[in-house]
């Protein structure tokens, strides 16, 4: 076996648990889950997950803000049953 070393790292106790519950249930206590997550990092050059900021397109922003408008605009027909609204769309 390799020399191994010990490290400490500071986080929030809830996500401690909530990780240790997840990876005990995959077989694999939390200390195998980061040695895991630093040999996929060494493997691939970076972090093995996309790392980025969701930043939504303008596409996507003017579909929010139309979405917005329609769920306040009280012209806008709504539905409360789902047989009722695909009657409509069949019209």
Known sequence: MANSTNFS???????????????????VNLTTAINVF????????GFPFDVRLD???KETIAAMLEAER?????????????????????K
């Open 38 to 45: 630093l040999r996929q990092s060494l493997r691939v050059g």
């Open 70 to 90: 329609i769920a306040h605009d009280p012209d806008v027909k709504g539905y409360t049953d789902l047989d009722e609204m695909f009657a409509e769309l069949k």
């Open 55 to 57: 930043q939504p397109n």
């Open 9 to 27: 790292v500071r986080m929030d106790s809830d996500i401690k648990k909530q990780c240790e519950a997840l990876y005990g249930e995959l077989g």
